[in-house]
């Protein structure tokens, strides 16, 4: 089987493994997030950091982020009609990613208003819903989740207790944004391999074309290190949402917000030729945790850094005799 960039085989075993070890995991600090109840839609229980107060609102949180990560890596583009991407979906078990912007919403939700009595929400489309989202594309699939969780949300009596409904969405994005690919939506990596060329004319009616240095046009994070350099070249990890706030009664959207977050990673000390082999799965996973959250969290408080993920040291060598990890 050829070798593909990230071993996809690999990391998708690796994904499902997180998943099993979140749903095994005991309940999150003040979170109270338990393993998600069989079937294709659950409410989980309430939380809230504080015993609320008389006056304070009842906010249900959701997340229908999807069940796939794709992989988009930049490819040369001359004299090629094709578009410069090459594109992967790895599918998964969909309660990892939602978790993890769960996590966000309710960390977010908890500083802005901390007496709040937050519901949080499980959503998992089966059966006829999950086909008719596979068969759309792009901004049909976009529509057709929020169409399908609308409906859902309708069926749920407890909203009438409920004074709003804040729920994240993917979103697609045509153009490129701030150096990143085009045709993004929801939680990716974007590898961005080539280096800018420069053109130099040899005064013989011939081009010379060359590739600058690493050094370019974005600002990327040393994962070492975490401070910031300059690179043409680097592996982004992205997270492409819409947050919409819902009046629970009604279900009347009241607000439409739009996040498109990444965080471009070059590693200055990595011996690897190919950009995209600078990182392994263990960092990428934890890159794509991190963005997922503090998105998420960042999509209430508007003011939360999304923290950059930062590279591990090896593990040292096992004592003789000692059984290691598989």
């Not at 992205?238 to 819902?246: A, E, H, K, R």
């Not at 969290?297 to 003789?320: H, Y």
């Given at each position: 089987?050829?070798?593909?960039?990230?071993?996809?085989?690999?990391?998708r075993r690796a994904l499902l493994a997180m998943s099993c070890v979140a749903?095994?995991?005991?309940?999150?600090?003040?979170?109270?997030?338990?393993?998600?109840?069989?079937?294709?839609?659950?409410?989980?229980?309430?939380?809230?950091?504080?015993?609320?107060?008389?006056?304070?609102?009842?906010?249900?949180?959701?997340?229908?982020?999807?069940?796939?990560?794709?992989?988009?890596?930049?490819?040369?583009?001359?004299?090629?009609?094709?578009?410069?991407?090459?594109?992967?979906?790895?599918?998964?078990?969909?309660?990892?990613?939602?978790?993890?912007?769960?996590?966000?919403?309710?960390?977010?939700?908890?500083?802005?208003?901390?007496?709040?009595?937050?519901?949080?929400?499980?959503?998992?489309?089966?059966?006829?819903?999950?086909?008719?989202?596979?068969?759309?594309?792009?901004?049909?699939?976009?529509?057709?989740?929020?169409?399908?969780?609308?409906?859902?949300?309708?069926?749920?009596?407890?909203?009438?207790?409920?004074?709003?409904?804040?729920?994240?969405?993917?979103?697609?994005?045509?153009?490129?944004?701030?150096?990143?690919?085009?045709?993004?939506?929801?939680?990716?990596?974007?590898?961005?391999?080539?280096?800018?060329?420069?053109?130099?004319?040899?005064?013989?009616?011939?081009?010379?074309?060359?590739?600058?240095?690493p050094d370019g046009d974005h600002v990327t994070l040393d994962p070492n290190?975490?401070?910031?350099?300059?690179?043409?070249?680097?592996?982004?990890?992205?997270?492409?949402?819409?947050?919409?706030?819902?009046?629970?009664?009604?279900?009347?959207?009241?607000?439409?917000?739009?996040?498109?977050?990444?965080?471009?990673?070059?590693?200055?000390?990595?011996?690897?030729?190919?950009?995209?082999?600078?990182?392994?799965?263990?960092?990428?996973?934890?890159?794509?945790?991190?963005?997922?959250?503090?998105?998420?969290?960042?999509?209430?408080?508007?003011?939360?850094?999304?923290?950059?993920?930062?590279?591990?040291?090896?593990?040292?060598?096992?004592?003789?005799?000692?059984?290691?990890?598989?």
């Amino acid at each position: 089987m050829p070798q593909e960039l990230f071993r996809f085989s690999k990391l998708r075993r690796a994904l499902l493994a997180m998943s099993c070890v979140a749903a095994a995991a005991p309940a999150w600090a003040q979170t109270a997030v338990p393993a998600v109840p069989a079937g294709p839609a659950a409410q989980l229980p309430a939380v809230a950091a504080a015993p609320a107060a008389s006056a304070a609102r009842t906010v249900a949180l959701i997340s229908a982020i999807g069940d796939r990560i794709t992989i988009v890596r930049q490819r040369p583009s001359v004299g090629s009609h094709m578009e410069p991407y090459t594109r992967r979906e790895i599918k998964f078990d969909p309660r990892l990613l939602n978790r993890m912007v769960l996590s966000g919403l309710d960390q977010g939700l908890a500083q802005t208003e901390p007496d709040s009595q937050r519901v949080l929400l499980d959503w998992l489309p089966e059966g006829a819903e999950a086909a008719q989202i596979d068969d759309a594309r792009r901004m049909q699939r976009e529509a057709r989740i929020e169409a399908l969780l609308i409906e859902h949300l309708r069926a749920v009596p407890a909203r009438q207790q409920w004074d709003e409904i804040i729920a994240v969405l993917p979103k697609w994005t045509m153009p490129s944004v701030k150096g990143m690919g085009e045709k993004l939506a929801g939680i990716g990596i974007y590898v961005q391999p080539l280096r800018r060329q420069a053109l130099e004319d040899l005064g013989t009616g011939e081009l010379s074309v060359s590739a600058i240095t690493p050094d370019g046009d974005h600002v990327t994070l040393d994962p070492n290190t975490g401070e910031k350099e300059a690179s043409s070249i680097f592996v982004a990890v992205y997270m492409y949402m819409q947050t919409l706030t819902l009046d629970a009664k009604t279900l009347e959207v009241k607000k439409r917000e739009l996040r498109r977050d990444n965080i471009k990673y070059f590693d200055p000390k990595s011996p690897a030729n190919d950009v995209g082999r600078m990182f392994d799965n263990r960092f990428l996973l934890g890159a794509v945790a991190q963005i997922a959250e503090r998105s998420a969290q960042r999509a209430i408080t508007g003011d939360v850094n999304v923290s950059p993920a930062r590279k591990l040291a090896e593990p040292a060598a096992a004592a003789p005799g000692a059984s290691s990890p598989r």
